[in-house]
């Protein structure tokens, strides 16, 4: 996980409500957010914007309360990883009634499933997909998001090093031991 960082100063702003430092934080910190939630989770970007809203509203709340002494950026992520829990726990179960439905909606979702003979190319894609969501999760957090920003992104290298300010070197060793160990983990016969 990325570390937040911010000068005393500024998080006394952020303990006294100050709307300004609010804005402020939030600018330097939605792409972090948003992308730890696309790169280890695999969401829509509907989700990701819902649940990095619900973290903004839930830290604005808890931030009054902040120990200055504490570490910022654990009590950050704590607050985004219970806002995270949180989502999961809230959308669980999905509502199936529209299949249960009478209505012109449900009868246009019918007719938009899949038939039969491409039900095998579905579950393979599916089968493949999972099979390499599984895969990224045994990478570590900086790897991925590495992976995400260069290959899903299509960030360069240097774009790469100054939003993760890390060097290139690290990034190309990063891109390299990664790929290898997903081929190794998606291919493990040789």
Not at 181 to 190: A, E, I
């Amino acid at each position: 996980m990325t570390i937040i960082d911010f000068e005393r100063t500024f998080l006394l702003l952020l303990i006294q409500q100050d709307a300004g430092a609010f804005n402020t934080f939030y600018l330097k910190t939605v792409d972090i957010f948003f992308r730890y939630l696309q790169s280890s989770y695999f969401l829509s970007q509907q989700d990701c914007e819902d649940i990095i809203a619900d973290f903004y509203v839930k830290f604005r709340n808890a931030v009054a309360k902040y120990d200055i002494n504490q570490p910022f950026s654990a009590y950050v992520w704590t607050i985004f990883k219970n806002t995270l829990k949180d989502a999961f726990k809230k959308n669980k179960d999905l509502p199936f009634s529209l299949l249960d439905s009478d209505d012109e909606e449900a009868e246009r979702f019918e007719e938009g499933l899949v038939d039969e003979e491409d039900y095998e190319a579905v579950l393979q894609q599916d089968f493949e997909l999972e099979q390499i969501q599984s895969a990224m999760q045994e990478l570590d957090a900086l790897s991925r998001e590495i992976l995400f920003l260069k290959y899903i992104e299509h960030k360069s290298n240097t774009e790469i090093e100054d939003t993760l300010m890390i060097s290139q070197d690290m990034i190309r060793q990063r891109i390299s031991r990664s790929l290898k160990k997903l081929r190794t983990l998606l291919n493990p016969d040789p």
